[in-house]
């Protein structure tokens, strides 16, 4: 499966952004997706994911009730709203597919596919 993330910008602290990731092939209803990030010197971290159906999602501490993920199925596309953007949420946003799992997975090694990412940057 082929990823291709979208919607990364400048914006100030305080506002929003949408990240939409589009997948390829006719599996993606089977996958758990997954969104991370990795600011520079840092290493990638977990951001949300989210089951196959969307009932089910898991978020990093720091993005809870700021961040929402969802899934389209039928559009074979899963977002991240961001909202009330932090400098801190600066980083280089990937969204990843997990193949095997049934849960959201937190760990990077459970991803087995992952799109080029998109960059966010949160002036103060």
């Known amino acids: 499966v082929q990823l291709q993330a979208s919607g990364g910008g400048l914006v100030q602290a305080g506002g929003s952004l949408r990240l939409s990731c589009a997948a390829s092939?006719?599996?993606?209803?089977?996958?758990?997706m997954g969104w991370f990030r990795q600011a520079p010197g840092k290493e990638r971290e977990f951001v949300a994911a989210?089951?196959?159906?969307?009932?089910?999602?898991l978020y990093a501490d720091s993005v809870k009730g700021r961040f929402t993920i969802s899934r389209d199925n039928a559009k074979n596309t899963v977002y991240l709203q961001m909202n009330s953007l932090k400098p801190e949420d600066t980083a280089n946003y990937f969204c990843?597919?997990?193949?095997?799992?049934?849960?959201?997975?937190?760990?990077?090694?459970?991803?087995?596919?992952w799109g080029q990412g998109t960059l966010v940057t949160v002036s103060s």
């Open positions: 092939g006719r599996t993606f209803s089977r996958y758990v």
């Open positions: 990843a597919a997990d193949p095997r799992n049934i849960a959201p997975m937190r760990t990077t090694r459970e991803y087995d596919y």
């Open positions: 989210i089951s196959w159906r969307g009932g089910t999602t």
